[in-house]
């Protein structure tokens, strides 16, 4: 969301949205900021990166967002992807499992962590 906010021109409006899909809760972040440029769409989740922006010394940032974000979905055993256009904004997207999906992760890790004891 501080990137969409970030990335976005004054007066622009970036949006929140939750839906529930397969099971699965899907976060919804779309801006109206520039887009990602196509040849950083690869690099995105890596740590350091960032795109070459004419404002990115405005801007500021370490590159690090993105790349810990998905790490704290993945281990919580969801996804993040995003889909850009250059010009047109951006949607990034994060599906989670629903919280009675959440819950069942939790009694398993638990059970296993009790078995190897």
Known sequence: MSNAV???????TVRIR??????RARI???DEGPGIPQEF?????????RA??????KVGGTGLGLSITKAIIEHLNGEIDFRSTEGGGTIF???LPSFPAMHQLAAERDS??????
Do not use: C, M, W
């Open 6 to 12: 970030k990335f976005s021109p004054s007066g622009s």
């Open 18 to 23: 939750i839906a529930q899909r397969a099971g």
């Open 28 to 30: 919804y972040v779309s």
């Open 41 to 49: 769409h690869t690099r995105i989740f890596t740590k350091f990166e």
């Open 52 to 57: 070459n922006f004419s404002d990115n010394q």
């Open 93 to 95: 997207f994060v599906d």
């Open 112 to 117: 296993r962590k009790l078995a190897s004891a």
